[in-house]
């Protein structure tokens, strides 16, 4: 079983930036694939950023590449978002995930936060 819980999340104006944590309880932590996803209001739950259990590979959405950054810290059972340049289509509410191997797919996760609200204002 693995708990996660996100923070960083607020308001900022476009073009500022934030990051988001996610720490995650049980000694398992390592074993999983991170990913964050974000939902807005009205629309589908959307993949946003992935890394693999060592932090050697990460995967983006075309919409955020070159703009956010995912990293973990194992020892500290924590995945963070970097999130740089941030547009108004950025607001939504951002989750954390595990899965048990590399995947785009909501329906693949197993464990998820319970969110975290970022509103971009312009």
């Known amino acids: 079983q693995v708990q996660l819980v996100e923070s960083g999340g607020g308001l900022v104006q476009a073009g500022g930036s934030l990051r988001l944590s996610c720490v995650a309880s049980g000694r398992t932590f390592s074993r999983y694939v991170m990913g964050w996803f974000r939902q807005a209001p009205g629309k589908e739950r959307e993949f946003v950023a992935a890394?693999?259990?060592?932090?050697?590979?990460?995967y983006y959405a075309d919409s955020v590449k070159g703009r956010f950054t995912i990293s973990r810290d194992n020892a500290k059972n924590t995945v963070y978002l970097q999130m740089n340049s941030l547009k108004p289509e950025d607001t939504a509410v951002y989750y954390c995930?595990?899965?048990?191997?590399?995947?785009?797919?909501?329906?693949?996760?197993?464990?998820w936060g319970q969110g975290t609200q970022v509103t971009v204002s312009s």
């Open positions: 995930a595990a899965a048990k191997y590399t995947t785009r797919a909501p329906d693949d996760y197993d464990y």
């Open positions: 890394i693999s259990w060592t932090g050697d590979r990460t």
